[in-house]
């Protein structure tokens, strides 16, 4: 193919040659990425369609809901070093081609089983193209600024998927039916089979070693024992099953490393995180999300339930943080190396940390300026530390660990938005169910109002009008409440992990960029 005559494993200064092509195969990897992140948000609006079609149980639905995320969040770093080992391209376009399939089944599912199914199916694909996809940046873009922008554009991407997922599925669910939220997939997918075979690379490690299946289910265990455990946690409180989920899946990650450290050539080489820049990036992705998951999950039932907006209208008053996210993203590169990276990454932090306490200030009542302008600032700070640690982390490591350093990322962005639904996502909860019952409210409504908000504003529908609106008020003050905690948590834990990623990036530079100054 002629695609593939141009350098191909050259890496920064060994190639002056420009890829033909380059963008025109960067803007079909990341359209993928975007589907890969908007089917993790565009059910929620299609939830109440599929609940009438397929009649799951409330415990079918949870996992129709959460398979998809736990399937990602297991199989992200054993997809990475697979595509290290049989090819990155090849995995990819393998990958696209059972995605764009099992969205098929998704769509024309016929009982919450096969759904249930589908949807884990629908994961196993997913984690295939994530991590390939970044990794193949590398070896598509060698100059480093090149490059740099080209991961910009693609954490921009990965950034507003989930911002994009309430608007697609809102215009999708206005004119058709619940199952074409996972139809959209089909001709994006096709596209990206027929531009790559052309256009994109081939890339991988030339001396992998065997892909250790054991490992495999290790980290498949792993990762979804603890996933599994925080979500249910924050949802239900900890009971039996949650802590048993948690010890599991602690012990499988615990025996994966340790295996790991044993294999002479490990799924994931765990001395990438003696690399004091690589640590430091994976970090400050984790507890970056933690901060931010939560809340963003919270402030929608806020925009909702508290200010009554429509789900659209919800979607559309969330769209600043996706606008700042991509065009800090597309100057992260350029700012990292007229600075440095650790003004950049701890920038971006403090920015989101600083936007998060504004957010203590919102009421019931409150206007959307403060709300837009905080949102823009989240964005554009998260923008700016995600694209510099992912160019981080790339270029911290040998090009042939580039898909499993790439699936690093990317599963420390799974756990974190575990994490942060689970921890803040408590505090908020803990706080509402102590709201006080107004006088006169029977004792059934008061106890299905003090499950969630939601279920506060359909119990008080069957109450008189007095006592419906004083039981919704002390609900929604109560909610409004906890996000004021959560936030002021959320804001502490950027601010904190601002200042711990100026100190472990010291010294830290991308490739191209001017040493750091003291």
Request: proline share 5%; hydrophobic share 55%.
């Amino acid at each position: 193919m002629t695609g593939t005559r141009t350098v191909e494993h050259a890496e920064g200064g060994e190639a002056t040659a420009r890829r033909p092509g380059r963008w025109l195969a960067l803007a079909v990897l990341v359209f993928a990425v975007l589907l890969v992140a908007v089917d993790a948000t565009v059910l929620g609006l299609a939830t109440p369609f599929l609940s009438e079609d397929l009649k799951p149980s409330g415990t079918q639905l949870l996992w129709i809901g959460d398979v998809y995320s736990f399937v990602i969040a297991g199989l992200l770093v054993s997809m990475g070093s697979l595509g290290d080992r049989i090819g990155r391209k090849k995995l990819l376009l393998v990958g696209a081609t059972a995605f764009g399939a099992v969205s098929v089944l998704n769509a024309y599912a016929t009982s919450p089983e096969m759904m249930i199914v589908a949807r884990a199916l629908l994961g196993v694909a997913g984690a295939t193209l994530m991590p390939s996809t970044l990794a193949l940046i590398r070896n598509l873009f060698h100059d480093p600024r090149e490059r740099s922008l080209a991961i910009g554009i693609w954490a921009a991407t990965a950034s507003a998927g989930a911002a994009v997922g309430p608007l697609v599925g809102g215009a999708l669910l206005e004119h058709f039916w619940w199952g074409s939220v996972f139809l959209i997939n089909l001709p994006v997918m096709a596209v990206l089979v027929v531009v790559g075979l052309r256009l994109i690379p081939e890339s991988k490690n030339p001396a992998p070693g065997p892909w250790d299946l054991p490992s495999v289910a290790g980290s498949l265990v792993g990762m979804i024992g603890v996933v599994y455990a925080v979500k249910e946690t924050a949802a239900h409180g900890l009971h039996l099953d949650a802590a048993v989920a948690g010890v599991v899946g602690a012990a499988g990650l615990a025996w994966f490393v340790r295996r790991q450290l044993r294999l002479d050539a490990p799924l994931l080489d765990m001395r990438l995180f003696q690399h004091r820049g690589f640590s430091a990036a994976v970090l400050a992705d984790l507890l970056t999300i933690l901060g931010l998951a939560g809340l963003i999950f919270f402030l929608s039932q806020f925009l909702q339930l508290v200010q009554g907006r429509s789900p659209l209208q919800a979607g559309l008053a969330e769209l600043p943080a996706a606008l700042g996210a991509i065009g800090a993203g597309l100057v992260a590169g350029f700012v990292a190396r007229r600075f440095s990276v650790r003004s950049a990454v701890s920038g971006g932090l403090a920015a989101v940390g600083l936007a998060l306490a504004a957010l203590t200030a919102l009421g019931r009542e409150t206007g959307y300026p403060l709300l837009g302008a905080s949102l823009l600032v989240v964005g554009i700070g998260a923008g700016l530390a995600f694209t510099v640690t992912a160019d981080v982390i790339l270029s911290s490591v040998p090009k042939e660990q580039a898909g499993a350093a790439s699936a690093v990322s990317e599963t420390a962005y799974e756990l974190g938005a575990a994490l942060g639904i689970a921890v803040l996502g408590s505090i908020v909860t803990g706080v509402y169910r102590d709201f006080p019952t107004p006088h006169g409210v029977p004792e059934p409504v008061a106890a299905a109002a003090h499950e969630s908000l939601g279920g506060a504003v359909e119990a008080a529908a069957a109450l008189p009008e007095r006592s419906a609106g004083a039981l919704v008020t002390a609900a929604q003050d109560a909610f409004v409440s906890g996000l004021h905690i959560a936030a002021g948590v959320g804001a502490a834990v950027l601010l904190a992990t601002a200042v711990a990623a100026w100190f472990l990036l010291r010294g830290q530079r991308l490739e191209g960029g001017a040493a750091e100054h003291p």
